[in-house]
């Protein structure tokens, strides 16, 4: 009978955690690649699975058979066809019952063979990551049992392996006791989906080992602190020093070269022991909190973050090394600086990356519980119930302990975080002190609270040196943080910017109040990628609800600065832009460039274009140092390229006097519901009715209505803002015009914007002038002030062209989408496209595509033309609004039926609401306005 360890939150026959290396022998050849040293096997490839509906069908001799059908290794086992997918934020797939174990507990058989040549030495087995837990069993007989997905498990197998051939039998459960200790945010899904190895050892052989660095002056101190019971040979810097089991001794670098993300330096230490080598790689530094700062290296350093997950759209959490390196390298060419492991450890090759190319590191423990707060008892009952339950003491205090043993000797991992969204009690404060006791780095704790419990207060008692919040807006962090007097440890927004979709906005608000004082240690952007899925029929990328399941939470896994096959979007731009290392300033004609940089030199070539003409400077600018380039008059743009590549980049943009609108005379005739105006060479039908142009005949051609729009399809953060939306039920509401009278070459509406059975959502005076080519609509608009919803998404006209009007021409920020609160990044200039690509694909279709502050944007078939100016914003987009909101998914939207030019008064901003604030004061369509955009007929300029 297999024993109900799964019921339990404790592993058997483990070897105890310790940091993670791969051991050479002698005769290998230098490397840092595990794959070349000839004592590491890997067991990654083909393997046999036979699954079972329950762990209790899985009959005790399991281990005798051969599995049914193929499966790599690794991987999760949804992707094989079982089991099925799932997608929760916070809820627990099970119903929460702590301790027990769901009742329903699929378990997989995996097998395969492998060689062994024992020759008196040891033989090790190591699972880097199986979700939830797994019993492992070596020729027939059972060896232990692990659990903590994302922890290191290492089994000593020397008694049970034989030369030749040998079998290895594992039995991975879908769910166990742990499992209320692992409800992160993410697909549930189920398998071996780290590597998997053999390490063949010496007989005596080191177990574990601390490196510690310090700065003293200009010099750098390198502890090796001997863990094991073997004496070893460590060397360093050309020196070997011979350490003694349980001992420790220090090397001393004289003109230290730090380690940083910004100069990744490393130096390399050898580790000998009887035929064994490591190759553990160095980087001096020191991350502490001091006189309440976070100092790297002594400095106040900015975490320019994102929090990262496991994900890769068709293998899931089976991420292999090419896929974290192309994340990093991504996230270094976006100036990414720092990376949260959310919420869970990566792969220790994540962290031997990070080293070697230089990201901040917050090493986060494999702990969440969040679904208890959904659970029934609510908030307050919740934060008291896992932290505080004995149960689940020794496993979470296990979660942190893996955590840093693990991880330890990696110069990236700058503060631990003992986890995520799993409240405040007892049992996390043994996981701190179990940290502290270990490791002198700072520690990172977010879900806890000023409450209290008993006679404990937990926020100021908790023995935390660092704040940290979600989603908090500026405001909050000014009033409730910067202007508490009691208040002296540093704050960072471990998680901000929710990048759901069409955004994040209000990136500028953040980084002013971040680069204001050094008490604030920036921000990890939520998220890195969006966990699209890719499998099954269809090509496109599919979220929760998907694949059938009851309880999902749709499209909330859809929220990643870079979309699920890591494609940038304007918000991965605007991401870039702040977190770019050069600042720019302009003072008359000085411009100033300053290396935001403590560490690292920017060495590189600066750009400068003025009035079309464009000149190269090569510079080296020191940390902290700036230089001063001469310009001449008018706008002028500045970029830094290195190697190429555009790091960084700035433009001064003064606004230009709007064309001068010269009004003709008009004659205008009644017909029916239509006033027709004729004037210069064109013909307007007026529809008395709702107030909007019913059509224009101009140069021969005749276009559309031009409907009055106060409509956007919602992006993900008018989640909650569309409820009031719909329940005002905008989508219905439409122009009625009260009255109309001609003036002076005029005709001028009053309206209001209506939905039947409900009073007016709005009030406005229309005034249409006529030029000779064109029309002016001016707006004096006010919403109604018994409608209590906060903002209107936009208010502006949209008109819908054949789809022959493919060709764009403009002047805006572009060529990316643009919108008040986010378009920084952009360069304002002209542009020259086709309609069809104007929609910047989500994965699930929302508003997109609109350019910011315009002089103009002309849409033409090649001969004719109609061309806005005066608004705020323009879109030309090949789907209408309703066809947007309608798609749940990119690949379902319709065949395209034409071309949509909406001009704007005002679009509203897209803030960060799906998790985080609205839009902030000033970026939203105002409640009164006035304004006038105009509409021109013609031919092609
Ligand atoms: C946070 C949580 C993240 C993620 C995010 C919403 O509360 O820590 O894991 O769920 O919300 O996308
Ligand atoms: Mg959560």
Redesign the pocket.
């Known amino acids: 009978m297999l024993k109900p360890y799964y019921k339990d939150t404790k592993s058997v026959g483990t070897t105890p955690a310790r940091s993670y290396y791969i051991p050479f022998s002698r005769a290998d050849k230098k490397s840092y690649d595990r794959e070349d040293s000839s004592r590491f096997t890997s067991l990654c490839g083909a393997w046999k699975i036979t699954p079972y509906e329950s762990v209790l069908d899985v009959p005790d001799d399991f281990y005798n058979n051969d599995g049914a059908d193929d499966i790599a290794v690794p991987s999760c086992v949804q992707y094989y066809g079982y089991d099925y997918f799932q997608y929760t934020?916070?809820r627990f797939p099970f119903p929460y019952d702590p301790p027990r174990v769901p009742e329903r507990n699929p378990a997989y058989h995996y097998s395969r063979y492998f060689d062994c040549k024992v020759g008196g030495e040891k033989t090790y087995i190591v699972f880097e990551g199986v979700d939830s837990c797994f019993y492992i069993f070596v020729n027939g007989k059972a060896v232990g049992y692990s659990q903590i997905s994302h922890r290191i498990s290492e089994f000593d197998i020397t008694d049970y392996v034989k030369d030749g051939k040998n079998k290895l039998d594992v039995l991975v459960l879908k769910w166990n006791m742990g499992s209320y200790l692992e409800d992160?945010?993410k697909w549930r899904f189920t398998g071996i989906f780290r590597d998997v190895y053999l390490l063949r050892r010496p007989q005596n052989h080191i177990t574990d080992y601390k490196i510690e660095t310090r700065i003293h002056g200009a010099d750098g101190i390198v502890a090796f602190i001997n863990k094991s019971d073997v004496q070893v040979a460590v060397t360093f810097g050309g020196e070997t020093q011979s350490v003694p089991a349980r001992a420790q001794s220090e090397f001393t670098v004289k003109n230290a070269r730090l380690w940083s993300a910004e100069t990744p330096f490393l130096y390399d230490m050898v580790i000998q022991s009887d035929d064994e080598v490591i190759y553990n790689r160095v980087g001096i530094r020191v991350t502490e909190v001091k006189d309440g700062l976070y100092l790297f290296n002594g400095k106040p350093i900015k975490f320019y973050g994102v929090n990262r997950h496991d994900f890769h759209p068709e293998k899931g959490y089976a991420v292999s090394r090419e896929d974290m390196l192309t994340d990093i390298e991504l996230m270094k060419s976006l100036n990414v600086n720092a990376v949260r492991t959310?919420?869970y450890p990566s792969s220790p090759l994540f962290y031997e990356m990070c080293d070697e190319y230089g990201l901040y590191v917050m090493s986060e423990a494999d702990l969440e519980s969040h679904g208890f707060v959904k659970s029934d008892g609510g908030y307050d009952w919740a934060m008291q119930a896992i932290p505080q339950d004995k149960n689940f003491e020794q496993s979470i205090v296990e979660r942190s302990v893996c955590n840093v043993e693990e991880h330890k000797n990696f110069a990236c991992v700058v503060m631990w975080s003992l986890g995520?969204?799993s409240g405040w009690g007892a049992n996390e404060k043994r996981a701190l002190e179990a940290v502290v006791a270990r490791d002198d780095r700072p520690v990172h704790y977010e879900s806890i609270y000023p409450y209290v419990v008993g006679d404990e207060e937990y926020y100021n008692g908790s023995g935390l040196k660092t704040v940290s919040r979600?989603y908090s807006t500026p405001d909050w962090i000014v009033n409730e943080y910067l202007n508490d007097a009691k208040e002296t440890r540093p704050f960072m927004l471990c998680?901000y910017a929710?990048a759901m979709g069409n955004g994040p906005g209000g990136l500028k608000e953040y980084w002013e109040l971040f680069e204001s004082t050094d008490r604030l240690m920036g921000g990890f952007i939520?998220e890195w990628a969006d966990h699209g899925v890719k499998y099954g029929a269809g090509d496109g990328f599919k979220y929760g609800g998907d694949f059938g399941e009851n309880l999902h939470d749709g499209n909330?896994c859809i929220?990643g600065i870079v979309s699920p096959d890591r494609q940038f979007k304007a918000g991965s731009l605007q991401m870039k832009y702040y977190y770019q290392p050069l600042k720019f300033e302009r003072a008359d004609n000085k411009l100033t460039v300053t290396n935001k940089n403590f560490f690292g030199a920017q060495t590189g070539e600066l750009v400068i274009t003025q009035n079309g003409k464009a000149q190269k400077r090569g510079v080296c600018i020191p940390p902290r140092e700036s230089i001063v380039m001469d310009l001449t008059d008018g706008d002028a743009t500045a970029q830094y390229y290195v190697g190429g590549a555009e790091v960084a980049r700035a433009q001064f943009v003064s606004d230009k006097p709007r064309a001068k609108f010269v009004c003709e005379k008009i004659k205008t005739e009644l017909h029916g519901h239509a006033l027709i105006v004729t004037s210069g060479d064109n013909e307007y039908r007026l529809d008395v009715q709702s107030g909007e142009v019913e059509s224009v005949r101009a140069g021969g051609a005749e276009y559309g209505r031009i409907s009055l729009n106060i409509l956007r399809a919602p992006i993900d953060n008018d989640m909650y803002i569309r409820q009031k939306w719909d329940a005002r039920y905008l989508k219905f509401a439409r122009p009625c015009a009260r009255g109309y009278r001609v003036e002076k070459d005029s005709v001028i509406f009053d309206i209001i914007v209506a939905a039947d059975s409900l009073v007016p959502v709005i009030d406005a005076t229309l005034t249409y002038s006529f030029c000779k080519s064109g029309v002016r609509v001016a707006i004096d608009y006010k919403v109604n002030d018994v409608t209590k919803f906060e903002f209107l998404p936009r208010i502006g006209w949209t008109l819908k062209l054949d789809r022959s009007y493919d060709k764009l021409k403009y002047n805006a920020y572009g060529d990316g989408e643009t919108y008040s609160d986010m378009y920084e990044y952009a360069i304002k200039g002209e542009y020259e496209c086709s309609v069809k690509d104007e929609y910047k694909h989500y994965v699930k279709p929302q508003e997109s595509g609109s350019h910011y502050l315009p002089d103009y944007a002309e849409v033409s078939d090649g001969k004719r033309a109609v061309r806005v100016e005066g608004m705020t914003s323009f879109s030309a987009l090949p789907y209408s609004t309703a066809q947007l909101e309608n798609a749940a998914h990119d690949y379902e939207l319709p065949e395209r039926d034409g071309t949509y030019l909406s001009a704007d008064y005002y679009m509203s901003g897209l803030g960060t609401n799906a998790?985080g604030p609205l839009p902030f004061d000033g970026y939203v369509t105002p409640n009164a306005g006035a304004d006038a955009i105009c509409f021109y007929f013609g031919e092609k300029r």
């Open positions: 934020n916070d992160q945010d959310s919420h995520n969204e979600m998680e929710h939520w909330f929220d998790c």
